[in-house]
């Protein structure tokens, strides 16, 4: 089983839908959970983190953690073509203090409109 | 804002080549890291460095070594290059604290021909 999956994509969703990603992790000891964004031929780029148990709004995106159940997943409520991109699932395991992440694979979403 | 510089954008060199990527961050933050991003593979870890001259081997550590002999610099060596190390290598850089994340460089595309 890989350290942490992602939903197999692509997603496609028209425009001003919910988008719903999704991630499940193997290590129980994981701190920290990060959700970026990367465009086409660009780097990544942090969306939001979160680390405690629950919901954690910023604007249109919501990150959701449970971490009874192992899953982080990512909300994107009105979905625009701007949204298209891959986005990435990141978690910081336990017993590092170095910032170490390990990455899920991506889910390509695109954004009809 | 945090910046994370890469030497070059586009990189082309022949089979049997020793490859240089440098990477340059400005926010004196202690940990540095390289990836390899393929598709369908998502961001593979090749090393990190959490300090002047000290580095560990991510999950894919052959064929390449590292370089950190200054804290704002970690160096990507391809000693004797070959096609399949042909990939987006991407810098980054964080303080690694428990929710600190990871910044970017922009990301360099290697061809190896």
Known sequence: ???????????S???????SLNCTYSDRGSQ??????Q?????PELIMFIYSNGDKEDGRFTAQLNKASQYVSLLIRDSQPSD?????????????????????????????? | DVKVTQSSRYLVKRTGEKVFLECVQDM?????FWYR???????????FSYDVKMKEKGDIPEGYSVSREKKERFSLILESASTNQTSMYLCASTRGLGTDTQYFGPGTRLTVL
């Not at chain 1, 920290?32 to 964004?37: A, C, L, P």
């Not at chain 1, 465009?39 to 780097?43: A, N």
């Open chain 1, 1 to 11: 089983q890989k350290e942490v999956e992602q939903n197999s994509g692509p997603l």
């Open chain 1, 13 to 19: 969703v028209p425009e001003g839908a919910i988008a």
């Open chain 1, 32 to 37: 920290s959970f990060f959700w970026y964004r």
């Open chain 1, 39 to 43: 465009y086409s031929g660009k780097s």
């Open chain 1, 84 to 113: 298209s991109a891959t986005y990435l699932c990141a978690i910081l395991t336990g017993g590092t203090s170095y910032g170490k992440l390990t990455f899920g694979q991506g889910t390509i979403l695109t954004v009809h409109p």
């Open chain 2, 28 to 32: 004196d933050h202690e940990n540095m």
């Open chain 2, 37 to 47: 991003q393929d598709p369908g593979l998502g961001l593979r870890l090749i090393y």
